[in-house]
C-alpha cells in the first residue's frame, strides 16, 4: 500500500515539476532582434576597435562592450548590394546571382581596362522567391520593420524623381510589414537633408538630416511593439557618399565631415538603446552591428579598401548584445560573415531552418555561448566584376585558416597568402606553397560549381 501511494505522490510530484518548468519555458518570450548596419563603413572607424582617439561614437562602444566584438566579421561581398541579398537571404551572392552592386544608371557598369574580360551577368534585383529571415520571422509572430537603405530594388534610381524603379521589389514584399527609407537608392544623393526625395520617407520637417530621421523612426517602432517580440532592420545609408553632415557636428569634429557622420550614426544607434531602456525590454533584446562591406576609407592595418578582395574590402566591424547569453566584454576571432544572420535570427525566435536546403550560413549561437568554432573551414568569396579602383578586384577568393588564395580568373595573377604573418597581404607565397594552394583551389572550384557562379565573358 505504501509502495502505490509513494508511486501515486512521486507521478504528482513530477507531474507539477514538469508543469512548472514548461510554464518557466513558455514565460520567457523570444528576443527581439535588432539588425543595425552601417554603409561602406570598415575597422578601424568606430570605437570599439581601436580606433583613432578623434572617432567619437561612444554608444556603438557601450553596445560592443555590453556583449561580444567579433574581430573576424566579414561581409559576403565588396560592395553592398550583394552583402544586402546574403543577409537577406541566408545565401552567398554567387548562388544568388547578384554579385556586385545594382547600378544607379541603368547599363552603366565600371569598364574594365582594355582587353579584360567583361563583368558577369548579374541580377538587378533581389528575387520574390528567395527565402527572407524577416518572413521566417513574422512566421513566430514578429512584427517587422525596415528603416534605411535596401538598394535591392531595380537598376536606374538616379534616373528616377523619387528613389522607386518598382516598388514591387521594396522591403514590405520579402516580410516586413513596414518600410521606411528602403527603395532602389543605394546613397542619399544630394538628400542628405529633407526634402529627401525618396517616396518611402514622408517629408517632415526641411533641413531635418536623415540618420536623424531614421533613428527617430526607429524609436517610435520600439515604442508602438514593445508588448510583442519584434524585429527592426535598422540599415543606416551612412557613412556613404557624398560626405555630408549637420554643421554643428561637423564643427565639433574640427572640421571634418566623415567623422560627423559616424557621430550622428552612433547618436542614433544612441537613440535605440535609450528606447529599449525606457521601454523595459533591454534585457531580452539581441542587437547586432555590422557593415556591409569595407570601408570607402581604407582601414590602416588592412590591405586595399571597398571593392576589393583583399582584407580592406570585406573586413567589417561587428558587436553583438543579447543579455543573458552573451557575456558582456567578449570577444572572438573565429570569421562569421553575411549568411550567419539568417539562422541566427531565425533560431533565436524559435524558427527551424531544416526546411530551407539552400541557406548557407551558420547559427551564431555557440559563439554567443563562449565557444570558440563553428563548423565550417571555409569562406568564399566570388566577384566576377571590373572594379580598377582597386587593386584585386574580378575574382574568386577562399579563406582556410590563416590562409586566403586569391584566384584572379585571367586578370590578376593568383595569389596565396598567409594572413598570420602578412595581415597586410603583400607577400605572394604561393609559389612557395603549391599544396596548400593546390587544396584551396580545389574546395573553391567545388563551391563555385555547386552554388552555379556566373563567369566573366571573354
Known sequence: MKSKQTTHALTALFAVLSLFAF???????????????????????????????????????????????????????????PTRAACITGMSPAQIGLTTH???????????????????????????????????????????????????????????????????????HYGFDSNIGGCAMGGPGKAWFEPYRNATIKNRKKGEYLTDRLGDEAVSFIKTHKDKPFHLSLWFYSVHTPIKAPRDLVKKNGGNAYLAMLESMDNAVGKVLAALDEAGVKDNTMVVFYSDNGGDKPTEWLADKKGSLLEGGLRVPMAVTWPGVIKPGTETDVPVTSMDFFPTFVHAAGGSTKDIPQLEGLD???????????????????????????????????????????????????????????PMETKNVLMANPEQAERMRGKLKGWLSKVNAKMPKS
Not at 541580377?123 to 528603416?147: D, M, V
Not at 559563439?367 to 572594379?387: I, M, S, T
Open 102 to 172: 545594382i547600378p544607379a544608371v541603368a547599363g552603366k557598369e565600371r569598364p574594365g581596362p582594355k582587353g579584360n574580360p567583361k563583368d558577369a551577368e548579374s541580377l538587378k534585383h533581389l528575387p520574390l522567391n528567395l527565402p527572407s529571415y524577416a518572413r521566417e520571422l513574422k512566421k513566430q509572430g514578429y512584427a517587422t520593420a525596415f528603416i534605411g537603405k535596401w538598394h535591392l530594388a531595380g537598376e536606374g534610381a538616379n534616373k528616377t524623381k523619387d528613389g522607386v524603379v518598382n516598388s514591387d521589389w521594396h522591403p514590405e
Open 364 to 422: 551564431l549561437k555557440p559563439l554567443f555561448q563562449g565557444e570558440n568554432k563553428l563548423d565550417r573551414d571555409a569562406l568564399f568569396w566570388h566577384y566576377p566584376h571590373n572594379r580598377p579602383d582597386v587593386t584585386y578586384y574580378m575574382g574568386s577568393s577562399i579563406l582556410m585558416g590563416d590562409w586566403k588564395l586569391y584566384q584572379g580568373l585571367g586578370v590578376k595573377p593568383d595569389a596565396l597568402f598567409n594572413l598570420k604573418k602578412d
Open 23 to 81: 510554464s518557466a519555458h513558455a514565460a520567457t518570450p523570444p528576443p527581439n532582434i535588432i539588425f543595425i548596419m552601417a554603409d561602406d563603413l570598415g575597422p578601424g572607424w568606430v570605437d570599439f576597435d581601436g580606433s583613432s582617439s578623434k572617432i567619437n561614437t561612444p554608444n556603438l562602444e557601450r553596445l560592443a562592450k555590453s556583449g561580444m566584438v567579433f574581430t573576424k566579421a566579414y561581409a559576403a561581398a565588396t560592395v553592398c548590394s
